[in-house]
Nanobody, 126 residues
Framework: HVQLVESGGGLVQAGGSLNLSCAAT????????MGWFRQVSDKEREAVAV???????SYADFVKGRFTISRDLSRNILYLEMNNLQRDDSATYYC?????????????????????WGQGTQVTVS
């Protein structure tokens, strides 16, 4: 199993920034594809950004140019730097891990591609 713990959420004004972190423990040899998703209570969970072993990344169109996903491979930590936050970015943000050996492009935009999930961290933009 893999345990994921997110941190870094909070309240920020529009135009501000936040940095999310996700620490992975447990079976860390399967962390090839990791991603950030977000969800508003009455909507489906949507992909924000994914990272394949620190060598390939993909972003949702609505965050391109504003968010950056990165990873510390030695410490098994996934990051999401969020800049120029807007009210529409308000959501619970989740870190996720797929046990696949890669992200396989658009496959990793689907929540069902991921097996392990963190508890989520709330981001509120006022």
């Amino acid at each position: 199993h893999v345990q994921l713990v997110e941190s870094g959420g909070g309240l920020v004004q529009a135009g501000g920034s936040l940095n999310l972190s996700c620490a992975a423990t447990g079976k860390t040899n399967v962390l090839n594809c990791m991603g950030w998703f977000r969800q508003v209570s009455d909507k489906e969970r949507e992909a924000v950004a994914v990272d394949e072993s620190g060598t390939w990344t993909s972003y949702a169109d609505f965050v391109k140019g504003r968010f950056t996903i990165s990873r510390d491979l030695s410490r098994n930590i996934l990051y999401l730097e969020m800049n120029n936050l807007q009210r529409d970015d308000s959501a619970t943000y989740y870190c996720a891990v797929s046990t696949s050996d890669g992200c396989y492009g658009s496959s990793s935009s689907r929540p069902e591609f991921f097996r392990y999930w963190g508890q989520g961290t709330q981001v509120t933009v006022s």
